[in-house]
């Protein structure tokens, strides 16, 4: 039997997109790839991330936002950084462990900015809907689109 590719989605809270990157990856690689996310702090899920994802189909209502410390000694075969504070930030992995950016826009953030000129909460979620797509084709191509 062979084993399972493992990856670390890393994020700056662990809230949102790295979020979505496991929940996606369970979903549709689950069989292949074992998936964890943390974050280079902890920020809490991100109750709207939640909501998008579960508008697909995905459930990450029980996921929790941890440090990317709870993975330091973990038998990794890649880190997948996909934002840039967590790609300036991400501490030191095994050679063997190849790491990778992969950076996807911030949808809390733009959200607010669409808050703050009085867009509508279907709007500003349609920030996340967006990335939570971007991520998802991101994964369909996984683990061939980082073993380059």
Not at 28 to 41: C, M, P, T, W
Not at 72 to 78: C, E, G, I, K, M
Request: hydrophobic letters at 35%; charged letters at 30%; glycine letters at 6%.
């Amino acid at each position: 039997m062979n084993e399972k590719f493992k990856i670390l989605f890393l994020c700056t809270g662990n809230s949102c997109r790295s979020q979505m990157a496991e929940g996606w990856t369970r979903k549709l690689k689950g069989d292949r790839i074992e998936a964890y996310s943390a974050g280079v702090e902890t920020h809490g899920l991100n109750p709207n991330a939640v909501k998008v994802m579960a508008e697909a189909g995905v459930d990450i209502s029980t996921h929790r936002s941890k440090r990317v410390d709870e993975f330091r000694d973990a038998d990794l075969d890649a880190v997948i950084t996909v934002c840039g504070h967590a790609h300036e930030t991400c501490p030191y992995f095994p050679p063997r462990c190849k790491v990778i950016h992969v950076g996807f826009d911030d949808p809390p953030k733009m959200a607010r900015e669409l808050a703050a000129t009085g867009e509508s909460e279907d709007r500003q979620l349609d920030c996340y809907r967006k990335i939570r797509d971007e991520i998802r084709a991101f994964i369909e191509k996984l683990p061939e689109n980082i073993n380059k």
